[in-house]
């Protein structure tokens, strides 16, 4: 847990180098789209696989069993498709909208605050799964030293970019972030009571597309 912001500040790093090797063709929306996909290919989808199994629990089950039985099936259902094609949708078109020159460090940002959100998550909800599951160890050992870590290391990456991003900016992006993380931790210990790894996928995807959208709305006004 302590290196999640550090392994999205890598993330965030190649994706702006991307974008940045992209600047002379003068085409952001396809440096949205490459960006959107190089973090898919990056992560193997990892967290899109999550988002896909959360939709289709949620979205399927109607009782707590039922909606863990779901988001356990390897098969993808209708919420599942609609969930992950919207925010790749969402996420590419935001995605270029900050593929300039002027704001390009917000794609080196938001993937370390959206791995923050998913620490967040693992220290506010238990596990869902009263057998354990691939990430019960991950969500039943985090502490709050886990997210104070987390979030200091946001902080100082943060503050490293201040010079070109506004504090009031950053926190309105964060402030977004959080509100998305929190809906979602409520919505899934309603649903569940707590979350699995599934959730804490869709958390970080959730998070980033929020973020996204809502950089992209503070460098228009």
Known sequence: LYWFPLVGLVLGGLVFGMAWLMLPVGYPLLSGGLVCTALA????????DGLADTADGFGGGWTKERRLEIMKDSHTGAFGVVAVVCVLLV??????????????????????????????QTVVNPYA???????????NGAKGRHLLAVVAQAMCFSWLVSSHIPLVDMGIVFGTGLVVTSMVA???????????????????????AAMSVAAVIVLAV
């Open 41 to 48: 290919f990056l992560t193997r989808a990892f967290h899109l």
């Open 91 to 120: 996420k590419s078109l935001a995605f270029g909208g900050l593929a300039s020159e002027s704001s390009m460090l917000w794609l080196l940002i938001i993937p370390v605050l959206s791995r923050t959100f998913i620490v967040f």
């Open 129 to 139: 799964r009263p057998q354990g599951g691939t990430a019960a160890a991950l969500v």
């Open 186 to 208: 409520w919505t899934s210990r309603r649903m569940i009571g707590g979350v699995t790894g599934d959730v804490l996928g869709a958390t970080c995807e959730l998070s980033e």
